[in-house]
Nanobody, 123 residues
Framework: QAQLVESGGGVVQAGGSLSLSCTVS????????FGWFRQRPGKEREFVAH????????SYAGSVKGRFTISRDSLKKMVYLQMNFLKPEDTAVYYC????????????????WGQGTQVTVSS
């Protein structure tokens, strides 16, 4: 059964760093786009970053560009999100998700989600 499992969340002070990991199982790694999303308290789930597994091409939300880096390890079937210079407004539950490559680039195209991991940034 296909599954995504996030890890690496926690509590960090503003300006600090955290690294999230997403373990992919039961699903072919290539031919997919892996995304990180987050849901802040009282807000809708929003896009953070994505990576095309086959090419390594990435895309970021403007609010995290230059601070966050998404990467993947195809052999280990892992996807990572390195978060630097964290701000209190980055506090959210972070989700890993996957969609097939060449599907529309929107949240509705993601058909498998992890359970989420909490990131809390204190001021």
């Amino acid at each position: 059964q296909a599954q995504l499992v996030e890890s690496g969340g926690g509590v960090v002070q503003a300006g600090g760093s955290l690294s999230l990991s997403c373990t992919v199982s039961g699903r072919t790694f290539s031919s997919n786009v892996f995304g990180w999303f987050r849901q802040r308290p009282g807000k809708e789930r929003e896009f953070v970053a994505h990576i095309i597994a086959s090419t390594g091409s990435t895309s970021y939300a403007g609010s995290v560009k230059g601070r966050f880096t998404i990467s993947r390890d195809s052999l280990k079937k892992m996807v990572y999100l390195q978060m630097n210079f964290l701000k209190p407004e980055d506090t959210a539950v972070y989700y890993c998700a996957v969609r097939r490559e060449f599907t529309p680039n929107n949240i509705q195209s993601y058909n498998l989600w992890g359970q989420g991991t909490q990131v809390t940034v204190s001021s």
